[in-house]
Every structure is written in C-alpha cells, then in structure tokens.
C-alpha cells in the first residue's frame, strides 16, 4: 500500500497493522505507535520523524536518513581480464557476471562500475552515489534499505547521495 502526503500528525496508530506501506511524504509528528507493526515497511521523506524515531515499533521499518541505502547488481563472477590505461591511471578489469570496472591501482578505491542491462542498454555506478542508466533496468539494478527494494528513481528525491546522472555526463570531473 502507498501512503502519499498522509497526515498522521498526533494520530492513534496503536496496533496498527503498516507492514509493507511506503509512506512518502506525510507527517508522523507525535503519532502514538505502540504496537504497530510497521514490518518491510519504507518511510520516504516522512516529517515529524524525530518526535517518534526512537519508537521500538519503527526499528524494523526502513526509513531514510536514518538507513543507509545500499545499491544491489546481479552479482560478482570471477575477473576475466585486467588491464592499466597507458600511463599507469586506470585499472580496468572485466568479469564473466558481464560488469567492467574501473578502479584507482594506486589505492584500489573503485572508480565505476559498468553493467548491462538484461532488457538491453547499460548501467554505470559511481562510488558518490550517483549512476546512469540508458535503458530498461528490469531486475539488473535496484537499491535495498533493510528488506525494502527500491527501483532506480525512487528513492533519488529522498536521498540525497543517490542521483540518476544524465545519459552525455562525464564519468569524472
């Protein structure tokens, strides 16, 4: 279920059943909670956290500023082949999942990480949090915070280190 701008300021939540609900927006402003169940559920933007974070019955839901948020892609195969740009800056590898990625040799900090995407196009990640995607996602990508899944966008308002870059942005400044 979505809750989209709900009013919930001073309001009697107790027992109340939320698992699942994304709640975007809106407001929490001394909600009482005690006993709501609030499992899988994602609270986006929400204000008045701050009266009730602390309540017991939020500590299962994912909520953000408070949660980090962590970017899933199909997962790691083995290296395939690796390779230094010509004057020793880069550090590219390939591996049989089908990602590439670029890392600093000097500190072996990654620098970008690119996939294809299963409907077609590709998809670039940046260590800062932001990514570009030219194409259908599908299941290739997605962000997780606690059991909550999220597609690319929709947490990008909510979130301020997560920012979709345009398709012609370079990927280094």
């Given at each position: 279920m979505w809750l989209i701008g709900a009013n919930f300021a001073g309001a009697n939540l107790r027992g109340a059943q939320l698992t699942g609900v994304r709640m975007i927006?809106?407001?929490l402003t001394r909600a009482r909670l005690s006993g709501s169940l609030w499992h899988r559920a994602a609270l986006l933007?929400?204000?008045?956290?701050?009266?009730?974070?602390?309540?017991?019955?939020?500590?299962?839901?994912a909520i953000t500023g408070r949660d980090p948020a962590d970017v899933m892609i199909a997962p790691t195969g083995d290296v395939s082949s690796v390779a230094f740009s010509p004057d020793g800056s880069?550090?590219?590898?390939?591996?049989?999942?089908?990602?590439?990625?670029?890392?600093?040799?000097?500190?072996?900090?990654?620098?970008?990480?690119?996939?294809?995407?299963?409907?077609?196009?590709?998809?670039?990640?940046?260590?800062?949090?932001s990514y570009k995607l030219e194409g259908n996602p599908g299941r290739s990508l997605w962000w997780a915070i606690k059991l909550c899944r999220f597609a690319p966008g929709e947490l990008d308002a909510h979130v301020p280190a997560i920012r979709r870059l345009p398709a012609d942005a370079p990927l280094s400044r």
């Open positions: 927006g809106g407001d933007g929400v204000s008045g956290l701050d009266s009730v974070i602390g309540a017991p019955e939020l500590a299962v839901a880069l550090l590219a590898t390939t591996s049989t999942d089908g990602t590439a990625r670029l890392w600093d040799p000097a500190t072996g900090a990654a620098r970008a990480t690119l996939f294809a995407l299963e409907a077609g196009g590709y998809g670039v990640l940046l260590p800062d949090g």
